[in-house]
């Protein structure tokens, strides 16, 4: 089973509508969670994270965490054409903060 | 805030030439740092982790080396590129175990 795993998608929602995309990983252990945005040729973009002892709230975006079914959940809400990217799920293993991502979820808004 | 700066943007390079990428960051002190590649339709994968001068954990094995000369200098090198370094290199650093990774622009390298 992979460390962090993502539905490659892609996934198409109208704008306006809210997005939901998952990320599944296997450490039961795993205290944060961060979500990063990657347009088509470009570095990841931090969007937000969460610790295991609750969800937040950012403006049009929410993380969700469910630590008895080991995963974690961004929404966007009021989704626009400019949201249109690749998210990527990332989790600490190994220790020392380093990262282990999932492959992504590409999402398109459309018009 | 921290700012990471990578370059070159773009090289293309052939296959047996050395490899140079230099990433340097500025905002913080003593920050980890990280270099990761993704490859073309693939996920970030984790190649080296620094927590200090000199100190690098290579995650996976391979053809290149990287080194920390300075407290925020990481350098990304090959002797001998192969057609599979193919790839987009990104430099991350976090400014402690436990805050989150932030990412330079990246280098795209084609191996011809």
């Known amino acids: 089973q992979k460390e962090v795993e993502q539905n490659s998608g892609p996934l198409s929602v109208p704008e306006g509508a809210i997005a939901s995309l998952n990320c599944t990983y296997s450490d039961r252990g795993s205290q944060s969670f961060f979500w990063y945005r990657q347009y088509s040729g470009k570095s990841p973009e931090l969007i937000m994270f969460?610790?295991?002892?609750g969800d937040k709230e950012d403006g049009r975006f929410t993380a969700q965490l469910n630590k008895a079914s080991q995963y974690v959940s961004l929404l966007i809400r009021d989704s626009q054409p400019s949201d249109s990217a690749t998210y990527l799920c990332?989790?600490?293993?190994?220790?020392?903060?380093?990262?282990?991502f999932g492959t992504g979820t590409q999402l398109k808004v459309e018009l | 805030s921290q700012t990471i700066h990578q370059w070159p943007a773009t090289l293309v390079q052939p296959v047996g030439s050395p490899l140079s990428l230099e990433c340097t960051v500025e905002?913080?002190?003593?920050?980890?740092l990280y270099w990761y590649r993704q490859a073309a339709g693939r996920g970030l994968q984790l190649l080296f982790y620094s927590v200090g001068i000199g100190q690098i954990s290579s995650e996976v094995p391979q053809n290149l080396s990287a080194s920390r000369p300075q407290d925020r200098q990481f350098i990304l090198s090959s002797k001998k590129l192969l057609l599979s370094d193919s790839g987009f290199y990104l430099c991350?650093?976090?400014?402690?175990?436990?805050?989150?990774?932030?990412f330079g622009n990246g280098t795209r390298l084609t191996v011809t």
């Open positions: 905002g913080t002190s003593n920050p980890n």
């Open positions: 990332a989790v600490p293993t190994g220790g020392g903060n380093k990262l282990t």
């Open positions: 969460i610790y295991s002892n």
């Open positions: 991350a650093s976090s400014e402690n175990n436990n805050s989150p990774l932030h």
